[in-house]
């Protein structure tokens, strides 16, 4: 009997490990959620941080993306501000609740609580607003721009010609 049950829960977990991975679709923008918090991978170039791919976004010109991708700053760095204010809020109130300040310790660990849950609630609000500007940034580069793309590069004594399809 218990041979069935393990051979049925191991055939539901291989079931399961198709969807485990990443599908990386060419010529798009491609949001990683793994390796690095905002990762994201753009016709073979791998951007890291936001600093990265900054110039990507601004290059389009489109307002929406843009007004995305400074909410996606914004809550970011709110909520890591808040993540860290509430750690120590917590940390302070351990302190506190251990030398006979218990009132004033519970309320620094319950405060210190309520601030680091909302610094998690806004850095997923980030990632979501990254994750609508990665999808918008797709739509607008299918539509805008160029299927084909040639260069032509120089230097010293030789000459070469890049097309992109």
């Known amino acids: 009997m218990y041979k069935f049950l393990v051979l049925g829960i191991f055939f539901l977990c291989c079931q399961q490990v198709s969807k485990a991975q990443q599908v990386i679709l060419p010529h798009q923008l491609n949001y990683f959620i793994n390796p690095k918090p905002n990762t994201l991978l753009y016709n073979d170039t791998l ?21 995305y991708y400074q909410k996606h700053q914004q809550n970011k760095i709110w909520g890591n501000v808040l993540g860290i204010l509430g750690a120590g809020m917590m940390g302070a109130g351990v302190g506190l609740a251990s030398n006979h300040h218990s009132g004033l310790g519970w309320t620094f660990i319950g405060g210190g609580f309520c601030t680091t849950v909302v610094g ?16 918008l940034f797709n739509k607008w580069s299918h539509q805008q721009l160029p299927k084909v793309q040639a260069g032509i590069g120089f230097s010293g004594s030789s000459a070469g010609l890049v097309i992109n399809f």
């Open 47 to 67: 951007y890291r941080g936001a600093r990265e791919f900054k110039g990507l976004f601004y290059k389009t010109g489109n307002l929406q993306l843009i007004h």
């Open 120 to 135: 998690g609630y806004l850095i997923a609000s980030g990632q979501k607003n990254l994750i609508l500007a990665v999808d």
